[in-house]
């Protein structure tokens, strides 16, 4: 199949190279065009190690219209903060039926596309992923990237849900079978594991980070990272509980990820550091850790709960923290949410527009 993905970071490259290497052929996009320069110096020629090893040549374009024109899916591979301003580029380019993954899920952007989408009267299916299917570093060179795992299982729920077991089938065709149906895109926006670890790594190791030391994250993650993080996820099952919602713990997203035994997440930690000994933890404040997680998944799901009247004591207090440390309001640095209008939208309604997006006749959720 022919795939348009756009964005050159981590999971770019690694989706890319293993696309390619699978007998399908990616189309690279970026929003910043100097991201595809060294793999354009070298003829497009992408270099991948780690878990499948070997070299592919791509395409790339410049022009988001020309990237998807002849696309049989289109890959959304950015960060939470680059979800708006890619979607608003996207949009206008999306036909009828072309399918869009997010990879992975974040502050229910899906929402936010399917409005966009209906106020063009274009109806295609958004597939979001609770987390990313690879797990990668892109190389500082630009055109190499190390892929270090294929997780096990990705949970996928798609607007609208009557779409979900296509889906998941066109998922599988890409990337193989690891895809299992989730409740809805609210549930997929709030499965990743990553604002609560992120946060709790990059908060207590915030003086390593600043003082640019080398430091291997899940030798840091130790018991009482472990506590503070454990926390936050009971936090988050309270709130997808309060949405009718199940969701795996983040010791099992470890555990499913990564084939281990280990029940408590200190105890997971030290034993991915002994088999994996990395990855490097950030060393620089301007870190996904923090300036993503934190906006895009700690401050959106204190605003699913306030829909809710839950509070969630433990997230206020660490957006706090941090937005004193980081000299920034982090609940202010959210795109997606103002855009959304939750505080406009009654509950019923919303939980409704959660299974099957925006209707183009209305731009009201569908109530058939």
Not at 63 to 91: F, K, M
Not at 142 to 163: C, D, N, S, W
Not at 225 to 247: D, P
Request: include cysteine.
């Amino acid at each position: 199949m022919k795939v348009a993905i756009l964005g050159a970071g981590n999971i770019g490259f690694a989706s890319a190279a293993w696309l390619a290497s699978t007998g399908h052929t990616p189309i690279l996009w970026s929003p910043h065009a100097e991201n595809l320069a060294p793999l354009r110096a070298r003829q497009h020629r992408l270099s991948f190690t780690g878990i499948i090893q070997g070299e592919c040549k791509l395409e790339s374009e410049n022009d988001i219209a020309v990237a998807v024109r002849h696309a049989e899916v289109v890959l959304l591979c950015v960060p939470g903060y680059g979800h708006r301003s890619v979607i608003d580029a996207l949009v206008p380019h999306i036909k009828n039926g072309q399918p869009i993954i997010i990879n992975s899920a974040c502050s229910l952007s899906a929402l936010y596309l399917s409005r966009q989408l209906a106020e063009r009267r274009v109806s295609a299916p958004i597939i979001t992923w609770g987390t990313t299917v690879l797990t990668a570093r892109r190389q500082v060179n630009g055109y190499e990237v190390a892929i270090m795992a294929a997780r096990k299982f990705v949970h996928v729920a798609t607007l609208p849900m009557q779409e979900n077991e296509r889906a998941i089938a066109l998922c599988s065709a890409l990337f193989g079978h690891r895809f299992r149906a989730q409740t809805n895109v609210l549930a997929t926006s709030l499965i990743n594991i990553n604002p609560i670890a992120h946060l709790g790594l990059a908060l207590c190791n915030v003086t390593r980070i600043e003082r640019h030391e080398s430091w291997p994250q899940y030798h840091y993650l130790t018991p009482g990272v472990a506590n503070l993080i454990t926390s936050l996820e009971k936090e988050r099952q309270t709130l997808a509980q309060r949405f009718g919602l199940t969701i795996h713990s983040i010791e099992a997203h470890f555990q499913q990820s990564f084939d281990l035994p280990e029940s408590e997440l200190a105890d997971i930690a030290e034993e991915l550091h002994r088999r994996r000994g990395g990855p490097a933890g950030p060393t620089t404040l301007d870190t996904r850790f923090i300036l993503e997680d934190t906006p895009y998944g700690l401050v959106f799901a204190e605003a699913m709960a306030k829909k809710v009247g839950l509070a969630l004591p433990q997230h206020t207090s660490v957006i706090n923290v941090v937005a004193a440390i980081w000299g920034r309001d982090f609940r202010r640095d959210n795109t997606i949410l103002p855009m959304l209008e939750l505080e406009k939208m009654p509950l019923r309604d919303l939980q409704h527009c959660l299974s099957v997006g925006y209707h183009s006749n209305d731009m009201k959720a569908t109530t058939s």
